[in-house]
T-cell receptor
């Protein structure tokens, strides 16, 4: 059961532009959402999170938006940099449960 | 550098064998979760341990079991290995269980190949 979906397996953007990564979820029990970044041969690295009581959280170049009615969250990276090239996973958390999407591979071209 | 380490980094087993994977959490983290990540997929939640007790489980059969120790280390045990168990196994530690706002910090993973 895919309770968390990232429908775009890949995304390519130009350096300096905005990258928008999307994630949809189905379980209304999820109350905490996270984005992770993963480089090859490493475990996922925490990037940013948002609680279900908020609709936006910002940290430097990274902003996460949550639309609870649509069960949709997105990660905005602006400006995008070549070092941002990685696989990005969204994750949704409920008490004693955590679900990940399949990931989106972001490529930022110089 | 998350402070979470896993051993071994790679492992090859044959079908029917048993395997034990190990994880050392960040100091002070009372929660550890284990995930299975198949190629091209996101991590799949196996189970979570909080203060040495299982505290949540995903859709994995009982032959996947775990232990958490007071010294912030933990184990994932898989019995009767099947070919489909070949994957990257990740552990993640946190200072609180998922669902309570805890952020998980992942280790680099153990890549298991079952032949």
């Amino acid at each position: 059961d895919q309770q968390v979906k990232q429908n775009s397996p890949s995304l390519s953007v130009q350096e300096g532009r905005i990258s928008i990564l999307n994630c949809d979820y189905t379980n209304s029990m999820f109350d905490y959402f996270l984005w992770y970044k993963k480089y090859p041969a490493e475990g996922p690295t925490f990037l940013i999170s948002i609680s279900s009581i908020k609709d936006k959280n910002e940290d430097g170049r990274f902003t996460v938006f949550l639309n609870k009615s649509a069960k949709h969250l997105s990660l905005h990276i602006v400006p995008s940099q070549p070092g941002d090239s990685a696989v990005y996973f969204c994750a949704a958390s409920a008490p004693n449960d955590m679900r990940f999407g399949a990931g989106t591979r972001l490529t930022v071209k110089p | 550098e998350t402070g979470v380490t896993q051993s071994p980094t790679h492992l090859i087993k044959t079908r029917g064998q048993q395997v034990t994977l190990r994880c050392s959490s960040q100091s002070g983290h009372n929660t550890v979760s284990w995930y299975q990540q198949a190629l091209g997929q996101g991590p799949q939640f196996i189970f979570q341990y909080y203060r040495e007790e299982e505290n949540g489980r995903g859709n994995f059969p009982p032959r996947f079991s775990g232990l958490q120790f007071p010294n912030y280390s933990s184990e994932l045990n898989v019995n009767a290995l099947e070919l489909d168990d070949s994957a990257l196994y990740l552990c993640a530690s946190s200072n609180r269980p998922s669902g309570r706002g805890g952020t998980q910090y992942f280790g680099p993973g153990t890549r298991l190949l079952v032949l």
